[in-house]
């Protein structure tokens, strides 16, 4: 019995490989900067303490992209995110 792609038959009526016989799908992706392999940004104004929450805003066809968070150090923080990967500080407020 073989639970790794196995093609074999078997008397029983379960499947007759563990994980199943069919390949995945491939996707195309972009390439990836070896600099910056998750593709991560750097937001300016970073709050001084661990950060608690983050929220990004609902995507919605020709509405800029915003960043939120919350953080230990009573500050709430929003970003604006251009689709190039820009960032800039919008607000700041002590709670």
């Known amino acids: ?3 790794f792609g196995s093609n074999t038959a078997s008397s029983f009526s379960r499947p007759t490989s563990f994980f199943g016989s069919t390949p995945a799908p491939t996707t195309n992706t ?3 900067n070896p600099a910056n392999p ?3 940004i750097e937001v300016p104004g970073a709050p001084d303490d661990t950060v608690q929450d983050l929220k990004f805003s609902p995507v919605t066809a020709n509405s800029p992209m915003f960043l939120a968070a919350g953080a230990w150090d ?3 923080r929003i970003w604006q995110i251009s689709e190039a990967g820009q960032v800039e500080a919008k607000a ?3 709670i």
């Open 38 to 40: 998750m593709n991560g």
């Open 1 to 3: 019995m073989s639970y």
């Open 92 to 94: 700041m407020q002590n």
């Open 74 to 76: 009573n500050t709430v």
């Open 30 to 32: 972009a390439p990836v």
